[in-house]
């Protein structure tokens, strides 16, 4: 018995590790952002579950300043480009209102963060007892690539569908959004809605629930995007419309124009619009059709909430 290590009950477990530290900046940034967009103290103390006392070290304490509060990002481990993206989603969703999906979108975050070791040499420094080849958090909070994603481009599309004026951007053919995994091979490993987002007037609709290898056009041409090593794995097509050209210049967004093709197929199309995005590396196309194609704005993104959030952006400007 005299042998037995117990050092295990002394170590930082990783579900401490992200409350200690990771959390702690996810409430501080989200509570200055809330703050500078008009919200009372006492609203994001409510927003984020804490005082109001604390709400107020965020806004005030010095330690607690965006700089610090990346700085301390960095020494974790972690990207902030990455991580303010991440944010921008958290913000995106609180203001909708949709807090069972804030919650289950940290829940997500957290895990991925510890199944994919991000947190692991920060771990290591701060606590000697952890051992140097310790690697159990990549087996148990692995999150399902294909539950998460099917969630994503459902909850994406709910947004989207109830946003009045939507719409208006939706082309004559239809609309899709499609969504690729991590390391898509073919069709099959792409996520989309059977058929066509439709436009109701208003709103949009579509029928039935999201399938693997459906929309082969929006799915090669994310194929072609993901095997090139972008980090978009999302798309969805729009109409060329004022109130995108609108958003493109109020929001100062590097795009890109392709087109019009007098004689290239739709698969030359495809081709033109993923060789654009990889050698730019931007997020937005304004191709211009040609014969018989009608032309579409074609926005790319990490996932279909971002896209459910740029959508949301054009319509507040129409």
Same mark, same amino acid.
């Given at each position: ?5 117990l ?24 509570? &200055? ?5 008009? /919200?009372s ?24 300043? &965006? ?5 301390? *990002? ?8 990455? /991580? ?18 804030? *919650? ?22 701060? =606590? ?19 539950? &998460?994603? !099917? ?21 004559e ?7 690729a995994?991590? =390391? ?41 995007i ?13 109409? @060329? ?8 210049h ?15 197929? !739709? ?5 033109? !619009? ?13 191709? @211009? ?19 459910? &959030? ?9």
């Open positions: 018995m005299s042998n037995i290590d050092r295990v009950f002394l170590m930082i477990l990783p579900h401490a590790l992200i409350a200690r530290n990771v959390e702690v900046i996810i409430k501080t940034l989200i509570a &200055q952002r809330l703050y500078r967009e008009g /919200f103290q006492l609203d994001i103390a409510r927003i984020l579950g804490v005082s109001q006392p604390t709400v107020n070290m965020y806004l005030k304490d010095p330690s607690y300043s &965006q700089e610090n509060m990346m700085k301390r *990002l960095k020494e974790i481990g972690l990207d902030p480009k990455e /991580f303010n993206d991440f944010l921008e989603e958290i913000m995106f969703l609180i203001k909708r209102g949709l807090t069972e999906d804030v *919650l289950r979108r940290l829940v997500v975050y957290s895990n991925s963060l510890l199944s994919s070791l991000k947190l692991c040499d920060y771990h290591k420094r701060i =606590d000697p007892s952890v051992p140097r080849d310790c690697k159990i958090c990549s087996e148990l909070f692995l999150v399902s690539e294909d539950i &998460q994603m !099917i969630y994503d481009l459902e909850k994406a599309f709910e947004i989207i569908s109830s946003i009045r004026g939507v719409g208006a951007l939706i082309p053919v239809g609309s899709n959004i499609a969504y995994k991590r =390391d898509a091979k073919d069709l099959g490993m792409i996520l989309a809605y059977p058929g066509r987002i439709v436009s109701t007037g208003d709103y949009a609709a579509v029928v039935g629930r999201p399938r693997w290898g459906e929309s082969g056009h929006l799915g090669r041409i994310l194929l072609r993901v095997g090139g090593g972008s980090k978009y794995r999302s798309v969805m097509n729009l109409r @060329l419309h004022p109130c995108v050209e609108k958003w493109l109020n929001k100062n967004i590097s795009h890109a124009e392709t087109g019009p093709h007098d004689r290239a197929s !739709i698969r030359d199309i495809e081709k033109i !619009i993923s060789d654009t995005v990889l050698e730019r590396n931007i997020f937005v196309i304004k191709d @211009l059709g040609g014969p018989w194609i009608e032309p579409n704005i074609y926005i790319f993104a990490e996932n279909p909430l971002k896209i459910a &959030q740029y959508i949301s952006e054009i319509i507040s400007l129409c």
